[in-house]
């Protein structure tokens, strides 16, 4: 016969089966991509069509990582399935030469539909609309909205793209300090050299205007973003437009040869 200890026992080892069991299934539900995900990344990504069948499965690893590690959410906006790939891609994209690169300033994405207003904190907020990376009490959170999402990686023709945008921001503050040094990725021995360049592309711009955006000029900071928008969108006319800050970019980012 049972005693009553064994009953106890054994009802505590089918509800930790039950649990067990549970969680498994709540993880997987998170960590898939969507059964179509070769053809969103396909259709709407050109760096991933770009890449040799080995770098697209890599590619295809990291998106799925980072989307198994940071909660994406909708505020008045319903995340698609393509939102949730183009936000991976955005992640993955600047540092797809850095291997094991992590994003451990970024727990969750917030997306919204639209504008959003600057009742909450703004401390580095884009363009007004466009999106953010917190600070404060909205640590570890990015914020970016659909509308502006989606127009980067369908406008494949101009320098554009948020979700880079907002990535680099993170990329930037991996050091501790967003200033647009990423000390992290960039040798010691070139970061004056980077430094200057900013600066003297930043003068150049407020004189003369430029192709690059405009607002980018604002300071080191959106500098930093804004050129790595065209590094990653255009490379080959910032190449033959700005070809040391190309260079300095290759270096930054690992894609020289
Ligand atoms: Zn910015």
């Not at 709540?26 to 991509?33: C, F, P, T």
């Not at 050109?46 to 940071?70: D, P």
């Not at 698609?80 to 994003?103: C, K, T």
């Not at 003068?203 to 980018?216: A, E, F, V």
């Amino acid at each position: 016969m049972l005693t009553i200890w064994q009953a106890l026992i054994g009802f505590g080892l089918i509800v930790l089966i039950i649990l067990f069991v549970f969680r498994i299934s709540v993880v997987r539900d998170i960590i898939l991509l969507p059964e179509n995900y070769k053809e969103l990344l396909t259709d709407y990504i050109k760096f991933y069509r770009q890449l040799n069948e080995e770098e697209k499965l890599s590619f295809e690893k990291r998106v799925e990582h980072f989307l198994s590690a940071v909660k994406i959410t909708g505020v008045n906006a319903v995340v698609e399935d393509l939102d949730r790939i183009l936000i991976g891609s955005g992640a993955i994209i600047p540092v797809f030469r850095i291997p094991d690169w992590q994003y451990i300033n970024l727990h969750e994405v917030l997306v919204y539909p639209g504008a959003f207003n600057k009742d909450f904190d703004q401390v580095g907020s884009d363009r007004p609309i466009a999106g953010m990376v917190g600070n404060g009490p909205m640590q570890n959170v990015m914020i970016i909205t659909k509308w502006q999402l989606r127009q980067g990686f369908i406008n494949e023709q101009d320098t554009h793209n948020t979700a880079i945008h907002e990535f680099v921001h993170l990329i930037d503050k991996m050091d501790g300090t967003m200033d647009g040094v990423p000390e992290i990725l960039l040798e010691r021995k070139y970061l004056n050299q980077w430094k200057n360049i900013i600066d003297t592309t930043i003068g150049q711009m407020k004189l003369h205007g430029s192709d690059i955006n405009m607002y980018g000029a604002t300071s080191p900071v959106e500098f930093f973003a804004v050129i790595s928008e065209y590094f990653f969108e255009q490379p080959g006319l910032l190449k033959t437009n700005h070809p040391a800050l190309y260079e300095m970019l290759g270096r930054i980012y690992k894609t020289m040869e």
